[in-house]
């Protein structure tokens, strides 16, 4: 059975950010400077970074070692997330799980 989730990563706040309180936890807000859209992403819990949500979903499973193997899923649809995920637990991508 494969696990289908989205990654969070770390990234500095951005300049310019405010930091407010949104659903009982700290986020920071800030506006893009590329796009000029607004950007809001919640803090970590120390504070020091904001945590971004990846734009597509990461698959795990364990191959046919028993080892657990981590791929990203190309898709930001959780269902073609989930395909790729049985395709993954089921061996039947030799990409992803090749039985020897």
């Not at 494969?2 to 936890?25: D, T, V």
């Not at 893009?32 to 950007?39: E, L, N, R, S, V």
């Not at 997330?81 to 991508?93: C, F, I, K, L, V």
């Amino acid at each position: 059975m494969a696990s289908i989730y989205k990654l969070y990563r770390r990234k500095p706040i951005p300049a310019g950010a405010r930091i407010l309180e949104r659903k009982g936890r700290r986020a920071a807000a800030w506006i893009d400077p590329k796009t000029g859209f607004k950007q809001s992403s919640p803090l970590s819990d120390d504070g020091a970074a904001v945590l971004v949500e990846a734009k597509w979903y990461t698959i795990s499973y364990f191959d046919h070692t028993g080892k657990r193997r981590s791929v990203g899923s190309k898709t930001s649809d959780y269902d073609g997330g989930e395909a790729a995920g049985e395709q993954a637990g089921n061996g039947s991508n030799g990409t992803l799980a090749r039985p020897d």
